[in-house]
């Protein structure tokens, strides 16, 4: 099965040789991103469809990440959760994870 996005995955160098780095997890959201499953349920699927309505949808690029997923953000949490998606931020590094999973997008589609 093809990845839904291109992504190019660097090691950092201050990162010890032989250490995978570690996966973000939804526990790791800002506090109340995840309440009643929001980001799980609202923003991820959110994201998906504000990426499946573009110019062309598929394959994303990883640099449209960050105003797709920043957009999916404030549409579910408005003012009442501000936060910035930026790459490395935990958020981002779930969809991110997600994306490379199709078989958990899936999941979360179906959920």
Known sequence: MQSLIKAEVKQEPAQEPGKQRRRARLEELPAGANQKG???????????VLAHSGEIPWPLDERDLEPLLQDA???????S??????????PYE??????????????IIAY
């Open 94 to 107: 779930l969809v991110l994870f997600f994306l490379s999973n199709p078989s958990l997008t899936l999941l």
């Open 81 to 90: 959760l501000p936060f910035k998606t930026l790459k490395g931020t935990v």
């Open 38 to 48: 929001a980001f799980s349920r609202k923003v991820i699927p959110l994201f998906l």
């Open 73 to 79: 953000w404030n549409k579910v949490y408005g003012q």
